[in-house]
């Protein structure tokens, strides 16, 4: 959603209505004559063709519940959006809510309405497991389900390619092979319930900062070979009732009006048959838009004025847009409610009964796949169960654990035991800095009930420093809060954690970091700490699943899906752009300038522009050959795995076997990776994720692994003089490594392609 939802949503909280009765769902008798049996194509357009005008236009422009205010009024649920449905042809109303962290509920506009909370999307990129990916949606799904609504705001999958992105923990980290994966199959549980998901935010919305205004400047080709395969891999596989466009604009336009993006990409070159939906005020026109490629203008009141609903009734009068194009968005919007199976299964007219004793295990089990361990010198961990004395610092560790902020947010089953409001920012108005009710202290007390743990706030480094003297281990609880709307300016720690852990390190040698952040942090005490554990924000069970990897109750298993890297300085972008122009806009608003307003919250329109390219991640970091901190794909273990036996098949395409061997002590998983040296559209030649696959294994246990790569993954995207384009694999040797995170190669080989051209 939006800054904007951000400085209203305040207001109307506690005025509109909180508890509105659900609108009737149960569908009339259609007097068309469509069938299950018959495509979702053939049934769209026989709705269509069955439609009034009037009823046409219903359909393409959404209300955003808590502000609007339609003539006469109609009862809809405080939540993201609000589409009335058709009764006499059986379409139902469309009731959004946002999403892939679990049923959000902003500042509780629904007052007591709890939903179960994921961890951030960070942490289940983190576990290179597709499975646990669609697990979660289907969770969500159900809840959402339950709840009566049918649209999730559902499946971002914007790489990341600035390590402090606000909105970071949202999305499936900075490889494409990787988010697309995920995203497909998070995307394909949330529909498997029979409701629409959306992926999002098409395209390049990769920093909060100026999000409204900035142009997003990046070469087609690059942008093909990056986060738009991100995009492709993740709508082919999950198959989303709807794209969501972004807020800002892309090589000179914006997203939601972008030709470029959605006719020719999205709808031409990807056959894309669902609708395209705009962000939360993010339109900006009503012809431009329709011609270009959106359907549907999403909670309506937030955008600067109405564009799709008298203006486009008269466009569509004149002549101006045609006929044809509104049955086109009318047919898209049907076709993605047919396919997702909403239309034949409709939700529920009242909410139903959820267990979410057996989803706070979804979200646990992702919680502990997704927890990375970073450092282990002197096998630290697992802790003895038998240590007398442990020392928690920080992090408000004795209540609860971190989520992130924005849109979003859960209210978790459990409640927030600490919830700190803004003051400042463009997040102020509907985001808080939020604890889950899921206590570490607790959790470990349980798991060492012979042992005296004394948790400390951390607000004295002195007076921590010395609790932890003699502890058989200290652990510091480390935090950093990011939230949608804003970019922190720093990637350090807040707060004065750092002198926080130092302080602590030298009082003990046995020092144990947990860091919950929303993605990299600096860690100039990294190599003074024995024991480092990325927990991310690990959801409504992340105090139990943290206390069972520090035990060894569970094997860590996290690989990191983005670089950390060693200081600011490496990544391609020194700071947040655009920062500046925003400080000096709040000073403006603070000052009483009354013209500083809106979405664009009186920031100039400014360029970024991504010198990148398709070297995005670790692919940057290699080619200036720059060691991060940590690399791509990298984590620890407490048993060992060993790779063998390379086989490559290649000429017309390329699979690549080898066995994974686990020759520890204890059972665990590992995510083998398989990087393919290829060529971009630019020159740039790289080593890509091309394949990888979650294993686990018995102590001596050996798994046979086969990945098959998917040729767009090593190819480059070329533009021939004539105007054809497609994805070339070049004739010639391909060097190739199965690693165990980015830049690590425990086997070798080389694979000799044939010459192979795919359409876009």
């Known amino acids: 959603m939006t800054s904007k939802i951000a400085a209203l949503l305040t207001a109307l909280t506690l005025g509109t209505g909180l508890t509105a009765p659900v609108q009737a769902q149960t569908p009339v008798q259609t007097p068309v004559q469509t069938t299950a049996s018959q495509s979702a194509e053939s049934r769209a357009e026989a709705l269509v063709k069955a439609m009034t005008l009037d009823e046409k236009l219903q359909l393409i422009h959404g209300y955003f519940p808590p502000l609007a205010k339609p003539v006469p009024p109609i009862a809809m649920i405080p939540s993201a959006g609000h589409i009335p449905g058709i009764p006499r042809l059986g379409i139902p109303t469309l009731r959004e809510s946002d999403a892939s962290l679990g049923v959000a509920n902003q500042i509780e506009q629904r007052k007591g309405d709890v939903a179960t909370a994921l961890p951030a999307s960070i942490a289940t990129a983190a576990t290179f497991n597709p499975r646990l990916a669609y697990q979660g949606g289907a969770m969500i799904g159900a809840e959402a389900r339950a709840k009566t609504f049918n649209v999730l705001l559902a499946g971002g999958v914007n790489l990341t390619r600035?390590?402090?992105?606000?909105?970071?923990?949202?999305?499936?980290?900075?490889?494409?092979?990787?988010?697309?994966?995920?995203?497909?199959?998070?995307?394909?549980?949330?529909?498997?319930?029979?409701?629409?998901?959306?992926?999002?935010?098409?395209?390049?919305?990769?920093?909060?900062?100026?999000?409204?205004?900035?142009?997003?400047?990046?070469?087609?080709?690059?942008?093909?070979?990056?986060?738009?395969?991100?995009?492709?891999?993740?709508?082919?596989?999950?198959?989303?009732?709807?794209?969501?466009?972004?807020?800002?604009?892309?090589?000179?336009?914006?997203?939601?009006?972008?030709?470029?993006?959605?006719?020719?990409?999205?709808?031409?070159?990807?056959?894309?048959?669902?609708?395209?939906?705009?962000?939360?005020?993010?339109?900006?026109?009503?012809?431009?838009?329709?011609?270009?490629?959106?359907?549907?203008?999403?909670?309506?009141?937030?955008?600067?004025?109405?564009?799709?609903?008298?203006?486009?009734?008269?466009?569509?009068?004149?002549?101006?847009?045609?006929?044809?194009?509104?049955?086109?968005?009318?047919?898209?919007?049907?076709?993605?409610?047919?396919?997702?199976?909403?239309?034949?299964?409709?939700?529920?007219?009242?909410?139903?009964?959820?267990?979410?004793?057996?989803?706070?295990?979804?979200?646990?089990?992702?919680?502990?796949?997704?927890?990375?361990?970073?450092?282990?010198?002197?096998?630290?961990?697992?802790?003895?169960?038998?240590?007398?004395?442990?020392v928690l610092i920080g992090?408000?560790?004795?209540?609860?654990?971190?989520?992130?902020?924005?849109?979003?947010?859960?209210?978790?089953?459990?409640?927030?035991?600490?919830?700190?409001?803004?003051?400042?920012?463009?997040?102020?108005?509907?985001?808080?800095?939020?604890?889950?009710?899921?206590?570490?202290?607790?959790?470990?007390?349980?798991?060492?009930?012979?042992?005296?743990?004394?948790?400390?706030?951390?607000?004295?480094?002195?007076?921590?420093?010395?609790?932890?003297?003699?502890?058989?281990?200290?652990?510091?609880?480390?935090?950093?809060?990011?939230?949608?709307?804003?970019?922190?300016?720093?990637?350090?720690?807040?707060?004065?954690?750092?002198?926080?852990?130092?302080?602590?390190?030298?009082?003990?040698?046995k020092t144990l970091v947990v860091l919950e952040t929303g993605g990299p942090a600096l860690m100039p005490w990294a190599s003074r700490v024995p024991a480092i554990l990325q927990a991310w924000y690990p959801g409504q069970r992340g105090g139990e699943a943290i206390a069972n990897i520090l035990f060894g109750k569970v094997d860590p298993s996290g690989r990191l899906p983005i670089t950390f890297p060693a200081s600011a300085a490496q990544a391609p972008r020194p700071e947040p752009l655009g920062l500046a122009e925003l400080h000096a806009a709040d000073a403006r608003r603070d000052a009483g300038d009354k013209t500083v307003y809106g979405m664009s919250g009186g920031v100039a329109p400014f360029s970024a522009d991504y010198r990148e390219g398709a070297d995005v991640g670790y692919r940057w970091y290699a080619a200036r050959n720059q060691q991060p901190l940590f690399p791509f794909g990298f984590g620890l273990s407490y048993t060992r795995f060993g790779y063998a036996n390379l086989k490559v098949t290649d000429g017309a395409g390329l699979t690549v076997e080898f066995d994974v061997t686990n020759s520890g002590q204890r059972e665990g998983a590992d995510v083998p990776q398989l990087y393919v040296e290829a060529a971009s559209a630019a020159g740039t030649r790289a080593y890509r994720l091309a394949g990888f696959e979650k294993v686990r294994l018995a102590p001596g246990e050996t798994r046979h692994v086969t990945l098959t790569v998917d040729p767009r993954v090593i190819a480059r995207f070329q533009r021939t003089g004539d105007g054809t384009e497609s994805w070339s694999v070049d004739a010639r040797a391909y060097p190739l490594r199965i690693g165990h995170f980015a830049g690590d190669a425990a086997l070798s080989g080389t694979a000799r392609l044939d010459a192979l051209s795919v359409k876009p």
């Open 162 to 390: 600035d390590p402090w992105n606000g909105r970071n923990f949202e999305y499936l980290g900075e490889d494409p092979l990787l988010a697309g994966i995920m995203v497909g199959a998070h995307i394909k549980g949330v529909q498997s319930n029979h409701i629409v998901s959306t992926i999002k935010h098409f395209a390049l919305n990769s920093q909060e900062t100026g999000r409204t205004v900035l142009d997003a400047r990046i070469d087609p080709a690059a942008l093909r070979e990056s986060d738009l395969l991100a995009f492709e891999i993740g709508i082919e596989q999950g198959q989303p009732g709807s794209v969501m466009c972004a807020y800002n604009k892309v090589n000179g336009d914006y997203a939601c009006e972008n030709d470029w993006l959605l006719n020719h990409v999205l709808k031409r070159d990807w056959g894309y048959k669902g609708w395209v939906m705009s962000d939360w005020g993010a339109v900006h026109s009503t012809e431009k838009a329709a011609i270009n490629g959106l359907d549907q203008d999403s909670g309506q009141e937030l955008d600067d004025r109405m564009f799709f609903d008298d203006r486009f009734a008269e466009a569509v009068k004149a002549g101006r847009i045609p006929m044809s194009r509104l049955d086109d968005m009318v047919r898209r919007i049907l076709f993605g409610v047919i396919d997702s199976g909403l239309m034949d299964d409709p939700v529920p007219e009242t909410p139903q009964p959820i267990d979410y004793a057996a989803h706070a295990e979804v979200a646990q089990r992702a919680a502990e796949e997704g927890i990375v361990l970073l450092r282990n010198e002197g096998d630290l961990l697992p802790l003895a169960r038998s240590a007398k004395r442990i």
């Open 395 to 509: 992090a408000h560790a004795d209540v609860g654990v971190l989520s992130g902020g924005g849109s979003s947010q859960v209210r978790s089953v459990g409640g927030a035991p600490v919830e700190i409001p803004l003051t400042k920012g463009a997040a102020a108005s509907f985001a808080r800095i939020t604890w889950h009710a899921s206590s570490p202290l607790k959790a470990i007390k349980a798991l060492a009930p012979g042992a005296t743990v004394v948790y400390l706030d951390g607000s004295d480094p002195k007076a921590a420093a010395q609790a932890a003297r003699g502890a058989d281990i200290a652990m510091v609880f480390a935090w950093a809060w990011r939230t949608e709307a804003q970019d922190p300016e720093s990637m350090a720690l807040p707060d004065n954690q750092d002198a926080l852990i130092e302080a602590v390190a030298a009082a003990n040698r």
